[in-house]
């Protein structure tokens, strides 16, 4: 997957990672609505691909398949197969001269987002944008030469935020891996001196609620991005001895385009300050033009107050060039020359930017726009919580009014109830922030990427029917 | 000045940074071909800027002059000065929108090569170029956040290499002095707790001349390019306590292109072998799309052997729109889609490039294209040596020898002899390259931006006469 980042844009083809976490259906979407012509296919998910493919539609060209084999699997030979990836390059010409793009602006990648909230769209990026998504990124992280980088991050989710690109340039070392879990990463951390890595914050949560709570020997940097980090996570995580830096971005700008900018002085603060301060998404990184939080309806910047809600739009030479085949999608998202990233958020009168939901997120309870993240904090923060997510149940007074889904830590003496975890967030939230219903759950639903699947929790919150209020 | 790499692009216009070491005449006529409008004027420039304007012919636009004052020097005010730079920041309005550039190829910078060879030659960069090289040069020099950075360069040497911009990108702090000697940068460095300068290798020649010889508290990172850095300069900069990281550029690609990529393995080689490496200019860094060693007529790379010489050429997005009014200029320089750089190189077998020469410094003696740098090279690793500089001697029998120019380091005990040098030489370079005549000078002549001008030396080795071979 490393060396195709490279070798299919040197062909002069177009790279699409395919997420081997979805299923058959929904990849099979993805080869015909991508038209790929070659597919290599890793062993693991040979049955997979095959499956996929034979849901292909009769009248699809299907695409020839080569076959990744590893000295940990036995490789099957099968007639699908062309051959397998060492086999193409064994067979290879050393003196291939790379097919250079005709323009800087010639599509170089095509990447399906994960839908959280919809079906998958295909995002197509440049060979220009990936170049300054890659070049910013080091800057914007301060990637030292020769990093030893553990790939946590898969590098089908936006293009491992332009790091496959990145490592090369600064002649990083990769560590890469099939599957993990926290106990395989803290290995490969001692075992190859890694220094840095991305994870999106279920990943530190994970590292964080494992059994190994004893500090690492020398501190690694990490990278989180895609869902805004609960403090709680966000402190346990540098309390292990990783140095978190955090920013934020989306398939639709191949990487991380806004990033926390940490100010010295900020180091003399109490670490919940410090985790509050840091959960902030930040300010644009050099690879971006402009980023702001406007009004949806009027694109009008909303007030620097740090609480007027509204969407955040970017333009910069890493936006995509569009959605394939998608007229509708573009439009809407395309406005003013803006990007807009259907992300709700609020602008810091520093100029610092911090996510609060995304725009589907919402809670509108009483005629007040509530942001879901806020209430999530909360929650983390009770050492009790594994994970959290809060979304919108119907209620008969207020329209909508939160309702928490949870899953608990292993290993707790006592588990609390709703009443408790209702008080604890009446104690930290204006009134109508706490939840009104607290879900106790053995695993919350996610997406492949690890998102946790909200519109899976607002079906199950729409079904338990509206919130009545005999009280009142 | 640093400001002004701002402030002149946001107000849409261009900014010329003028070397203010140049005589009035020079400048006079550096201000008639830009067609300057405004000049801010630096107190201390302040009549040769005026002298330089009095040259202008009658029939030109006179500039608006504004005069840059400071705490240490007491303004004065006159009548040529439409105010002072301070006076018109505080007229200014905090609600101005900057003027983007219609597109990302309309010029932003223009500055004046220093003319060693021939006279000066307006050279004209665009927003693309100078972003690309303010954040390759970062990626390459691998630049963390918040850096403190000496203005040893000049910013008007090829815009300080691209770091004016490069520094607001990571938050460095910039230390900015108008005139410096070795005792100034050491008190500098542990004053502001610098951690990054640049600076041309005749300055760090200066500072390990300097009777300061004790190694530097912590250590500070040098970015050296501009010329071929001596072996044993680079040796003696380490020894103190710098970090020395060497790179190639010109004006015409704003910044630092080809840098000696530093190999974890090579810190096991000893100091001399070391230092023999990091005198290779190296490989291009992201920001360049290519570059090779070529044979000049025929355009054809030359064999990568590591002997046979070449112009180095190369071709990217920092490279120059072009030389400003100069269409038979830019016809010699822009050829295949390279641009040709009027140095001479090899390429080693593994990509290194080295640079062996100006092309009009190479030394044709018995047919034989001797590189005056591989001379000067051993001239410096003699302990009695400050300065060399190798130019070509008219020679009955060779049609050219090498003559080597020499200053001594001060306070020495016994001065070598003519013969003693050529005795020096003879035992570590082959015969053909060893200098037939040495010249003692007290000092060499510079450029203003402290390069050797071998145009003057030449001139001089010609004046001398004909070598002859009496004996043969």
Known sequence: MYELHFAVPFAGAILNSINTRLNAATISVILRHGESKLVFVDCVSRSLILDAISLLPLETQRPILVLITDDSVRPISSEEFLDTYEGLVAKGDPNFQWIRPKSEWDPMILSYTSGTTSSPKGVVHCHRGAFLMAVDSLVDWAVPKQPVYLWTLNMFHTSGWSY??????????????????????????????????????????????????????????????????????LQRTEALGFVVSHGYGLTEVIGVVISCAWKPGWNLLPATERARLKARQGVRTAGLAEMDVVDPDSGKPVNHDGSTLGEVVVRGGCVM????????????????????????????????????????????????????????????????????????????????????????????????????????????????????????????????????????????????????????
């Open 164 to 233: 496959p690109w990145g490592m090369a340039a600064v002649g990083g070392t990769n560590i890469c891996v099939r599957k993990f879990n926290a106990a395989t990463v803290f290995n490969l951390i001692e075992r190859h001196g890694v220094t840095h890595m991305c994870a999106a914050p279920v990943v530190l949560n994970m590292l964080t609620n494992s059994p190994r709570e004893k500090p690492l020997g020398s501190p690694v940097r990490v990278l989180t991005a895609g869902s805004p980090p609960p403090a709680a996570v």
């Open 321 to 472: 060039l569009g959605y394939l085949k998608d007229p509708e999608a573009n439009s809407k998202c395309f406005k003013n020359g803006w990007f807009y990233t259907g992300d709700v958020g609020v602008m810091h009168p520093d100029g610092y930017l911090e996510i609060k939901d995304r725009s589907k997120d919402v809670i509108i309870s009483g005629g007040e726009n509530l942001s879901s993240v806020e209430v999530e904090s909360v929650l983390y923060s009770n050492p009790a919580i594994n994970e959290a997510a809060v979304v919108a149940r119907p209620d008969d007074m207020w329209g909508e009014t939160p309702c928490a889904f949870v899953s608990l830590r292993e290993g707790l003496e006592k588990k609390p109830t709703e009443k408790e975890m209702i008080e604890y967030c009446r104690a930290r939230l204006p009134h109508f922030m706490v939840p009104k219903t607290v879900v106790f759950k053995g695993d919350l639903p996610k997406t492949s990427t690890g998102k946790i699947q909200k519109h899976v929790l607002r079906k199950e919150a729409k079904d338990m029917g509206s919130l009545k209020h005999s009280r009142l």
